[in-house]
């Protein structure tokens, strides 16, 4: 008798659902302006809007000394090659929004299934070039 299993007569997607998290830290001594937890009470709402407008998707994000943490729970479809896309877009918009340089950032994403595929991407900047490397 063969044995069937629950899974066996379902359609695979190939694209999964995807736990984003990270951080970029950014400079904010040229210009004597930067994202405190004061100053986030009011920009918590325009770095919100600036990144769904660009990226489509709703982030949680807290900001703490010259760091921005940005993650994404795996309920929402936002996949490694979107990321790709989006975010050198999202440094050049925050760098002009708040006024502050972007220095570097690390992100890491896990697919949700079995043995998932895992990335990890490092942003570096090289005079204003934005470096983006991918690990497996």
Do not use: P
Not at 118 to 131: D, H, L, V
């Amino acid at each position: 008798m063969e044995k069937r299993y629950y899974f066996d007569n379902t359609q695979i997607d190939a694209n999964y659902s995807t736990i984003w998290y990270g951080f970029l830290i950014y400079d904010s001594s040229k210009n004597n302006i930067s994202i405190t937890e004061n100053y986030y009470q009011k920009s918590n709402s325009i770095l919100d809007d600036l990144l769904c407008e660009i990226c489509d998707v709703n982030f949680y994000i807290n900001i703490i000394n010259n760091y921005i943490h940005i993650s994404i729970c795996q309920d929402c479809k936002y996949y490694y090659y979107q990321f790709e896309k989006d975010i050198k877009n999202v440094i050049k918009e925050i760098e002009n929004k708040f006024n502050v340089t972007i220095e570097s950032g690390e992100f890491n994403a896990v697919e949700c299934k079995y043995n998932g595929n895992q990335y990890k991407y490092t942003i570096t900047k090289n005079n204003q070039n934005i470096i983006l490397k991918k690990k497996y």
